[in-house]
């Protein structure tokens, strides 16, 4: 498989730049992927198409606005920072805007904050030791980390959460889930499908593009995921059942599958709790995922690869060129996608 076989043109004014309102007001492309036929809909009926004794898997991940700025000792020059990842109380990697950023040099957030550079990891990657824990400094003036393709300021920081998000960890937004509301929630489960949580804090690779022409030589950065026994059970029950698992995101179905492929599952689904470094390309076998729920990715990207692993290379792109001729919103603030 070569990177050109998961390449699109998509028109800028087709890259989302803000959240439509209500969030379940987007538009909800619906695929077939066992005979490519697509419907058009919006996200508010997305019940149409799910059956009482599904199980919907959430994401309840919740962003870290972790973009701060800083300054060098003693020059004064400015430095931004994307923390992507904690290591311990008090130590970060990071991503780091900036030129010199040696091992050694402190870099100062305000008065009381400062950070060393413990480590210089590859790229423009860095281990930084801060003088104390920092997220409730994160809290008063961090910034959220936009992905760079969305320009316009985000007025209202929530709207790049879920509205269930409650473990704070991740780098973005597992933005799948952004298009439900409280009310649609309930609407689901008043409907007699099932709603489980598990969690994976989006990390470094959301921001590292795929460069190698052979995509199986791709390396992809560890993220930190979790699957409760209460939530394993609710699966196999499921399973058992003759229902099916609805993935909301392409991190869910990383955790989904990555507990399913542990060598004790024995084809169900095990608690886990850890860190994962899956790579679905075509050609994987899904041993959990039965539907999923995502937005439009971008050209060259893994999460590209794993919807055309699930669905077919060519019939995603298909998919893909009927969402831009029908002026479908693309990327994280985008429309979605039900792939059945």
Avoid at 84 to 107: F, I, S
Avoid at 226 to 233: E, G, H, Y
């Amino acid at each position: 498989m070569k990177l050109s076989d998961f390449d699109y043109q998509l028109p800028p004014e087709r890259i989302a730049q803000t959240p439509v309102e209500p969030r379940d007001s987007s538009r909800l492309l619906v695929l077939d992927r066992k005979t490519g036929t697509i419907q058009h809909s919006v996200f508010s009926n997305i019940l149409a198409f799910l059956n009482r004794g599904d199980l919907l898997v959430i994401n309840q991940t919740r962003v870290l606005p972790a973009r701060v700025y800083a300054r060098k000792v003693p020059t004064g020059g400015k430095i931004e920072l994307l923390l992507l990842n904690r290591r311990d109380p008090t130590l970060w990697e990071a991503l780091v805007g900036g030129k010199r950023v040696k091992k050694g040099l402190q870099l100062s957030l305000s008065q009381d904050m400062i950070a060393e550079v413990e480590e210089e990891l590859d790229g423009p990657r860095r281990l930084l030791r801060f003088n104390q824990p920092i997220e409730t400094y994160l809290e008063k003036i961090g910034e959220m980390p936009l992905p760079p393709y969305i320009h316009e300021r985000l007025l209202d920081q929530e709207r790049y959460q879920t509205v269930y998000a409650r473990e704070t960890g991740s780098a973005a937004a597992p933005t799948a889930g952004l298009h439900f509301t409280p009310r649609l929630l309930t609407e689901i489960r008043d409907a007699g499908i099932g709603i489980a949580e598990v969690t994976l804090h989006v990390g470094l690779d959301t921001f590292a593009p795929v460069t190698e022409q052979d995509v199986t030589q791709h390396h992809i950065h560890t993220e930190w995921c979790s699957l409760s026994p209460q939530t394993a059970q609710q699966i196999n029950q499921v399973k058992q059942a003759g229902g099916r698992v609805i993935a909301v995101g392409t991190t869910s179905v990383r955790t989904l599958e990555t507990a399913a492929g542990r060598p004790e599952a024995n084809g169900w689904v095990v608690p886990f709790e850890g860190a994962t470094d899956l790579y679905i390309l075509p050609g994987y076998s899904f041993k959990v995922v039965d539907v999923m729920i995502t937005n439009f990715h971008l050209p060259r990207s893994t999460l590209l690869m794993l919807v055309s692993a699930f669905a077919g290379r060519q019939t995603i792109l298909d998919a893909y060129q009927e969402a831009i001729q029908q002026e479908y919103r693309f990327y994280s603030f985008g429309d979605a996608m039900l792939i059945l």
